[in-house]
């Protein structure tokens, strides 16, 4: 069973930078799409981007083109979130989920595999 391992997350001010790890084991990354998620309270799960087993990016929340990048490094098993620029609104919890054809989506519904998340909280 393929676990992934989100890590990267805290406190930080407006206008700052955060790098989120998800780290894969017991199966390599390869032939796995990636995308990163986020929930804040009250609301839904929302898809923010996601890189595909041949390293092509998707960005699913307009709000964070320009800020945030997606990238993977296959020696190391793991998928990066890179966040700056952060502002309030970026608050909320972070996860990772692998789905395994390859290909990216922004609905949690496609994802079958997610790590445990990673709290990111944006505040002066």
């Known amino acids: 069973q393929l676990q992934l391992a989100e890590s990267g997350g805290g406190l930080v001010q407006p206008g700052g930078s955060l790098r989120l790890s998800c780290v894969f084991s017991r199966f390599a990354l390869y032939g796995y799409a990636t995308g990163w998620f986020r929930q804040a309270p009250g609301k839904e799960r929302e898809g923010v981007l996601c890189?595909?087993?041949?390293?092509?990016?998707?960005t699913y929340a307009d709000s964070v083109k320009g800020r945030f990048t997606i990238s993977k490094d296959s020696a190391k098993n793991t998928v990066y979130l890179e966040m700056s620029s952060l502002k309030l609104e970026d608050t909320a919890h972070y996860y990772c989920?692998?789905?395994?054809?390859?290909?990216?989506?922004?609905?949690?519904?496609?994802?079958?595999?997610w790590g445990q998340g990673t709290q990111v909280t944006v505040s002066s």
């Open positions: 890189i595909n087993s041949g390293g092509g990016v998707t």
């Open positions: 989920a692998a789905r395994p054809h390859g290909s990216c989506s922004g609905h949690a519904t496609d994802f079958k595999h």
